[in-house]
């Protein structure tokens, strides 16, 4: 049997339009612009609106997608949203999403797997489309962070931001498309990175709201050691499943989590600036939404080109990690 490339034929992306700068939160907690910069390379973030659910940014870049590969909605098979911040526990962000978009033929559900969520998105949409099963799949990493942060604590606040990115998966020409992956988690570290009350382990109560418990908890120095760790280790897992070297990478797009890390995982992979794909100065860590945004732009500033070599590599709360080399199947926006 022939084998079967799966690669992104679409791209797209939304951010809120509201911009927080490092002074802006210097104005409600004890921190500065300088402090910011210095520990996590962020300069500002976008927050979404009182009144914008995940659903909707999502949405935006979702029709962003679907244009960009010139496709209908009616043509999508799937839609799979990576997010940690679903408008509901139930109905799903994708159904809400396939609702919005007209997407009357697609199977829809959502995953949690933290940041690295989008990687492991396309990782399920090119299953099931080397399966048979679909032929065109919609990935979207979508998050608003925002909401579930504790704007006192300036250790955790100061990170994150809020957009959606989103990818559509069809067949493409052999060669080219997705080449390797690796998926991975820890669950015995769990706990230095979560959201501890809202499911059934800890139901809402006055209790859990008075305690702040439905914000983000992190433990900043475990998650830097486990993020540089694994990012160096799968990189190098993954390029050696698609038969590459180091020197035959062209870009690298690191979910934008905090500047050190990205440096200190280029480093350990002896990569120049000018192959990493960062826009975290400009949007601060958006879990989910951080590569395919970073995707996204490098796309449309012409950055990547049809043969590039791409490796999206991602951690996140589990612990979680995911890699994935992509072989650039589009020219001039087409498949």
Excluded at 49 to 56: E, G, H
Excluded at 87 to 94: E, G, I, L, N, R
Excluded at 282 to 306: F, Q, T, W
Excluded at 309 to 317: E, H, M, S
Aim: glycine share 8%; with cysteine.
């Amino acid at each position: 049997m022939k084998d079967i490339y799966v690669g992104i034929s679409g791209v797209g992306s939304y951010v809120p339009e509201k911009v927080v700068t490092n002074n802006d939160l210097s104005k409600i907690v004890e921190t500065s612009d300088e402090w910011i910069i210095e520990r996590t390379g962020i300069h500002e973030r976008r927050i979404a609106s009182d009144n914008m659910a995940t659903s909707d940014m999502a949405t935006m870049a979702a029709k962003n997608a679907l244009e960009d590969a010139n496709i209908k909605s009616k043509d999508i098979d799937l839609i799979i949203v990576a997010t940690v911040t679903s408008d509901h526990a139930f109905p799903s962000t994708a159904c809400i999403i396939q609702k919005n978009i007209g997407a009357v033929n697609a199977a829809a559900f959502d995953i949690n797997v933290g940041c690295s969520g989008f990687v492991y998105g396309l990782s399920i949409g090119e299953s099931f489309i080397k399966s048979g099963m679909y032929k065109k799949v919609l990935v979207i990493g979508a998050e608003t962070l925002s909401k579930i942060v504790d704007w006192g604590d300036r250790n955790t606040c100061v990170l994150f931001g809020d957009g959606a990115g989103a990818c559509v998966l069809e067949k493409c020409e052999e060669g080219f498309g997705i080449l390797s992956i690796e998926l991975g988690s820890d669950g015995n570290n769990g706990e230095v990175l979560t959201q501890p009350a809202g499911g059934s382990r800890i139901p809402a109560s006055i209790d859990t709201i008075e305690n702040k418990l439905h914000f983000i908890k992190m433990d900043g120095k475990e998650v830097f050691k486990f993020a540089v760790r694994v990012m160096e280790k799968t990189s190098i897992n993954t390029l050696k499943k698609a038969n590459l070297e180091l020197n035959d990478l062209d870009f690298l797009i690191p979910h934008q989590a905090n500047m050190r890390i990205i440096d200190a995982a280029a480093k350990k992979l002896k990569l120049e600036k000018d192959k990493i794909c960062v826009n975290l100065n400009k949007y601060g860590n958006m879990s989910s939404a951080s590569i395919p945004v970073a995707l996204n732009e490098a796309v449309k500033d012409n950055r990547i080109k049809k043969g590039d070599n791409i490796l999206l590599v991602a951690f996140g709360a589990g612990l979680t990690w995911a890699s994935m080399v992509i072989r650039w199947s589009r020219r001039d926006g087409n498949v």
